[in-house]
């Protein structure tokens, strides 16, 4: 099942994110700065929105597989850090919360690793608490890209800075949470 409609959404997130970072590199003549906010905030909303929508056919067509189990949460850890990074480059959000979002991901992915090596995949399966952190940063990232007044009335830069430090705490939770649930077999294994 390498290539089902599912797993070919997921892909699009992964193809997305040279697109994404793309646009804020395009010459002045392509679109203005406030004209890239917005092709980035749409292209993001909308290869984002794959990440629920894979999901459901999957789950719909019966089309689940354990390749696309494993896909699917690359691909978010890629968009979410490849955007992360440039709105660090474009000195919208703070080097720490990058520092913590991505070296999160990189020790819970290491951890899970080495914890399926040793057969307690269970100690470190998904929670809610990391499903609740993605749903942030997914909401905190576009309104970053975007950088402006929406409807007028929303100045999405200090929303999205609010959101993405919220996004920040629960990522620290997150993994904790994770290194507490993992610690017993850590603990057995180290003697």
């Not at 679109?31 to 905030?41: H, S």
């Not at 899970?112 to 952190?133: D, F, N, P, Y």
């Amino acid at each position: 099942m390498f290539l089902t409609i599912p797993t070919i959404m997921t892909w699009t997130r992964i193809c997305a994110i040279p697109l994404i970072v793309g646009v804020f590199y395009a010459p002045e003549s392509f679109a203005t700065l406030p004209e890239k906010n917005l092709i980035a905030t749409v292209m993001f909303v909308v290869f984002a929105m794959t990440d629920w929508l894979d999901g459901y056919l999957a789950r719909k067509l019966n089309q689940t597989s354990s390749f696309g189990a494993f896909l699917d949460p690359v691909a978010d850890k890629f968009l979410v850090c490849a955007c992360v990074l440039v709105l660090v480059h474009l000195g919208r959000t703070d080097v720490f919360v990058a520092l913590i979002i991505i070296g999160r991901e990189i020790a819970i992915s290491a951890l899970r690793e080495w914890m399926a090596q040793i057969g307690a995949t269970k100690s470190v399966a998904v929670h809610m608490l990391g499903k609740v952190k993605t749903v942030v940063q997914m909401v905190a990232i576009p309104f970053l890209l975007y950088d402006g007044t929406l409807l007028g009335v929303i100045d999405t830069h200090a929303f999205g800075i609010v959101l993405i430090w919220i996004a920040a705490v629960l990522t620290v939770w997150s993994m904790v949470y994770y290194l507490q649930k993992a610690l017993p077999e850590i603990r057995a294994r180290s003697q």
